[in-house]
């Protein structure tokens, strides 16, 4: 059996063409959605990661800030941008780039900035309520697992998941959110002793660790769905590099039901659900305008 890829790159246009859709009707009446990114330390790489991302936004409706700030700025600096962005009332999203210069805390920072304009659902209150099942604005990432594991047409409910990997960025979240949907969850990280022995048992294979070919045919279920959300770069033999996740792909494929490339796969649809948060947080910001909905401390 040969996998059927999940296509990340598709779904993605689909998700930004129905938010570009919402994005042109509030405009219509008037309410325009800004999304401020913060940029500290200016690196080509950064700057030209910003450039996409402000066109990305553009090219549906909404307005892109950048505010970059030097490598040496100070934490108190970083922070006081934050809140004042988040005071700002044209200002519906904030989003802080990283990595960060190593003097600044990238956690501390994010708790600035003000979780209903928290495009990125980095916000300890934001992780909170997916905690608690009562979702505001959840991390891009782990929603963009969700959006391609649903897109296959699979029942989540009572299916055995695994998660390997167990960041605060993308394991754990994706984790949260497939118990939300009822899956029964397994997370492995670096202290899980037989890697094998719980990721043959996925009837949905996340892996989220950064690592070229940790997962490999053996350690995969046949007719798996299996997400790669790793993003690695390796040399080729001529000294050309390109871009891998952390599943051995070909070999994985002959085993798996679906699978997601690398590229083309989680990477786009991250994207896409930035902005379909960065909408989110725009409307949130209305309902509370509207008293509609409180945020609860
Ligand atoms: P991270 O913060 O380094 O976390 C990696 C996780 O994997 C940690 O929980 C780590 O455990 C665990 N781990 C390390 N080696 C392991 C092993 N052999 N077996 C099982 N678990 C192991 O990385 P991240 O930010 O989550 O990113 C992970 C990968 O996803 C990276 O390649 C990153 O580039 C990519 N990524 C992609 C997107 C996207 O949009 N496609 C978004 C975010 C991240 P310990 O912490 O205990 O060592």
Do not use: W
Not at 61 to 88: C, H, M, Q, W
Not at 114 to 128: M, R
């Amino acid at each position: 059996m040969s996998a059927k890829l999940i296509d990340g790159v598709s779904l993605a246009a689909t998700v930004k063409s129905q938010v570009r859709t919402r994005v042109v009707e509030l405009a219509a009446r008037g309410q325009s959605i800004r999304l401020a990114a913060v940029l500290v330390g200016s690196t080509a790489a950064g700057e030209l990661y910003a450039q996409r991302q402000g066109e990305g936004c553009r090219a549906i409706g909404i307005d892109y800030d950048l505010t970059t700030l030097p490598a040496t700025a100070t934490f108190a600096e970083v922070s006081g941008t934050l809140k004042r962005l988040s005071n700002d009332p044209a200002v519906t999203g904030i989003m802080l780039h990283l990595p960060l210069p190593a003097h600044l805390d990238a956690t501390e920072l994010q708790y600035q900035i003000d979780p209903v304009k928290d495009v990125e659902g980095v916000n300890p209150a934001n992780i909170g309520y997916v905690f608690y099942a009562h979702t505001l604005i959840a991390p891009c990432t782990a929603l963009a697992a969700l959006e391609l594991i649903q897109s296959t047409g699979t029942n989540l409910r009572g299916a055995e998941a695994v998660v390997v990997g167990a960041s605060q960025i993308a394991g754990k979240p994706i984790a949260l959110l497939l118990m939300q949907q009822m899956a029964t969850v397994t997370v492995c990280h670096i202290a899980t002793r037989d890697l094998v022995e719980h990721t043959r048992r996925a009837e949905v294979l996340v892996v989220a660790v950064g690592k070229p070919d940790l997962i490999r045919a053996e350690h995969v279920r046949d007719g798996a769905i299996v997400i790669d959300v790793g993003i690695n770069r390796v040399k080729n033999r001529d000294g050309t590099s390109r871009t891998v996740g952390d599943v051995a792909f070909e070999q994985v494929r002959e085993k798996a039901s679906f699978i997601t490339p690398v590229p083309g796969g989680v990477g786009p649809m991250t994207v896409a659900m930035l902005l379909k948060n960065t909408l989110r947080s725009a409307e949130l910001l209305r309902e509370i305008q509207n008293s509609k909905f409180k945020i609860q401390n």
